[in-house]
């Protein structure tokens, strides 16, 4: 199992680009999530997916779409990059609820930065 | 919104004890986790309390009391590995996650 993979491992995009990051994962998981952590803060729930074609937004939505075609694939989308999207993004898996204690797998995690 | 309180940053020695204190706020509260994230990687799962009491793992142990709304992780015969972050997150009332900033952990020889 290759676990929770994302592309680019890096980017540098000027503002106004667009990107995609992808983001795939082979342990059949049902839930699926994007953070963003910027330095001394903690992780910041982007969007989130509770299985294929249901998506919905965490605390910091604005900027970012997502889509949930198959259950492996959760791709973020970034329209208009601006320099407060300059973080690190973080995607994640886990079979079902956090409430149920179920851990979440991240991704190594892809570095952005806007200039 | 629901805040997680930890420290910075702390130092231990290598062989010593070292316990992470993490305060969250109880409403809504559905249980609480810590990771490890060492420094330009993903965080790694390590606990997950719900009920109050200690969950030992190995050299890792987590407490939680839910009436205090307080956790902390307790780290044993530190090893230089474990110099990392160490991540306190609360389950809120719609299960997600809401983390805390992170504590950095330096283990000096």
């Known amino acids: 199992n290759a676990g929770v993979t994302q592309t680019p491992k890096f980017r540098i995009l000027k503002i106004g680009q667009s990107m995609t990051l992808q983001c795939t994962q082979d342990?059949?998981?049902?839930?699926m999530y994007w953070y963003r952590q910027d330095p001394g803060m903690g992780l910041k729930l982007i969007y989130y997916?509770?299985?294929?074609?249901?998506?919905d937004k965490g605390e910091v939505p604005n900027g970012y779409n997502v889509s949930r075609s198959t259950t492996e694939d959760f791709p973020l989308r970034l329209e208009l990059a601006a320099p407060s999207q300059t973080s690190v993004y973080f995607c994640?898996?886990?079979?079902?609820?956090?409430?149920?204690?179920?851990?979440?797998?991240f991704g190594p995690g892809t570095r952005l930065t806007v200039t | 919104g629901q805040n997680i309180d930890q420290p910075t940053e702390m130092t231990a020695t290598e062989g010593a004890i070292v316990q992470i204190n993490c305060t969250y706020q109880t409403s809504g509260f559905n249980g609480l986790f810590w990771y490890q994230q060492h420094a330009g990687e993903a965080p790694t799962f390590l606990s997950y309390?719900?009920l109050d009491g200690l969950e030992e793992k190995g050299r890792f142990s987590s407490f939680l009391s839910r009436s205090k709304g307080y956790s902390y992780l307790l780290l044993k015969e530190l090893q230089m590995k474990d110099s990392a972050s160490y991540l306190c997150?609360?389950?809120?009332?719609?299960?997600?996650?809401?983390w805390g900033a992170g504590t950095k952990l330096i283990i000096k020889p």
């Open positions: 997150a609360q389950t809120d009332s719609n299960y997600q996650l809401i």
């Open positions: 997916s509770v299985g294929a074609g249901i998506t």
């Open positions: 994640a898996s886990s079979p079902a609820s956090t409430g149920m204690a179920y851990e979440q797998y």
């Open positions: 342990m059949n998981h049902n839930y």
């Open positions: 309390n719900v």
